[in-house]
């Protein structure tokens, strides 16, 4: 195992309305909320979290075609960073060019971002 599913993180155009949603549609309580991210858990708490980020000029996804895909990726918790990347990359992800102190984004082997992050203080 090289790290812990953190997130399922789902790009919208409106993070609080769609949070409010899938609350609604599941039961989940909201838990995290501002203008650009909103996060929700499933009844009992714990993980899960679905989350839901902000993306300007955005364009769902046409469902069945993949002409505008399905938008969202998974959140990885690691404990370093070194270590988890030799192994996403040994298995056959590549780096995408964007990280950030907390978190590392790369592409699984169809393309699919994910990001590889350190857990929170």
């Keep these: 195992m090289i790290g812990t599913l953190e997130l399922l993180i789902i790009d919208c155009p409106e993070p609080q309305k769609l949070a409010r949603f899938y609350s609604e549609l599941i039961g989940a309580e909201i838990v995290g909320f501002d203008t650009d ?4 858990v499933p009844p009992g708490g714990g ?4 989350a839901f980020q902000q993306v300007e000029r955005y364009t769902p996804p046409r ?3 993949q002409d505008v895909p399905q938008q969202m990726h998974l959140d ?11 192994a996403v990359l040994a ?3 590549t780096k995408a060019g964007s990280e950030t102190p907390t978190f590392r984004v790369y592409l699984d082997p169809a393309g699919h971002p ?4 350190m857990p929170g203080d």
Excluded at 37 to 40: D, L, P, R
Excluded at 47 to 50: M, N
Excluded at 76 to 86: H, R, T
Excluded at 114 to 117: G, K, R
């Design 37 to 40: 991210w909103a996060e929700i």
């Design 47 to 50: 993980r899960p979290i679905i």
């Design 63 to 65: 469902w069945p075609s």
């Design 76 to 86: 990885v918790k690691v404990e370093d960073f070194e270590v988890a990347e030799a």
């Design 91 to 93: 298995l056959g992800a």
């Design 114 to 117: 994910f990001c590889l992050i």
